[in-house]
Antibody, heavy 128, light 109 residues
Framework: QVQLQESGPGLVKPSETLSLTCAVS?????????WGWVRQPPGGGLEWIVE???????????NYNSSLKSRVTMSVDRSKNQFSLKLTSVTAADTAVYFC?????????????????WGRGIPVTVSS | SGLTQPPSVSAAPGQKVTISCSDS????????VSWYQQLPGTAPKLLIY???KRPSGIPDRFSGSRSGTSATLGITGLQTGDEADYYC???????????FGGGTKLTVL
């Protein structure tokens, strides 16, 4: 069974960089599918942030939410089967629960890839 | 572009409810929709993908459909345990980015 687990600081100061890591078990992130991040502000809806295509035949493309692209970096540690998110110059508006996700096929013969596996989420507060 | 869902819906136990997801652009029209259930304090869970397919373990009380620029999640035989927030999602090919609806809060009266 695929499992994702977020880790990182729960409190970040304004203007600093938010750094989170997602450890994946049960599946190699370099085999297939997309691996990324979704966030949810307090009392709000889901916002897709970024994803990395974990397959060399897909050129390991990274896709970004255009509204966040200038502040987002996603990196991958293949040896540890994990990936990371960095969000720079944070403000209170970046306070949210951050989920790491897989966008993949939950069965055989998918016509599109939904977000089929989610981490439990990690709350991050931006405050001085 | 954006996916629009009603903020809330409600129905009595045992009844049926539908939740709509509409898009003013062509994202839904050209791409498949997925639906997620988020129980309070938990991560979202995939309910429906490819418009109308259910992952293993999702009961057939949950169904999905899509027509033109609108998709619908249906839930029959409502239970109090179905009280949750429900989100639709698709992929915006023009922006190469994921897109979520604003979410709908289901209350089982």
């Amino acid at each position: 069974q695929v499992q994702l687990q977020e880790s990182g600081p729960g409190l970040v100061k304004p203007s600093e960089t938010l750094s989170l890591t997602c450890a994946v078990s049960g599946y190699s992130i370099t085999t297939l599918y997309y691996w990324g991040w979704v966030r949810q502000p307090p009392g709000g809806g889901l916002e897709w942030i970024v994803e990395w295509a974990g397959n060399k035949y897909w050129n390991e493309t990274t896709n970004y939410n255009s509204s966040l692209k200038s502040r987002v970096t996603m990196s991958v540690d293949r040896s540890k089967n994990q990936f990371s998110l960095k969000l720079t110059s944070v403000t209170a508006a970046d306070t949210a629960v951050y989920f790491c996700v897989r966008r993949g096929c939950p069965s055989i013969g998918c016509r599109a890839y939904p977000f089929d596996f989610w981490g439990r989420g990690i709350p991050v507060t931006v405050s001085s | 572009s954006g996916l629009t869902q009603p903020p809330s819906v409600s129905a009595a136990p045992g009844q049926k409810v539908t939740i709509s997801c509409s898009d003013s652009s062509s994202d839904i029209e050209n791409h498949f929709v997925s639906w997620y259930q988020q129980l309070p304090g938990t991560a979202p869970k995939l309910l429906i993908y490819d418009d109308n397919k259910r992952p293993s373990g999702i009961p057939d009380r949950f169904s999905g459909s899509r027509s033109g620029t609108s998709a619908t999640l249906g839930i029959t035989g409502l239970q109090t345990g179905d009280e949750a927030d429900y989100y639709c999602a698709t992929w915006d090919i023009s922006l190469s980015s994921g897109l979520f609806g604003g979410g709908t809060k289901l209350t089982v009266l």
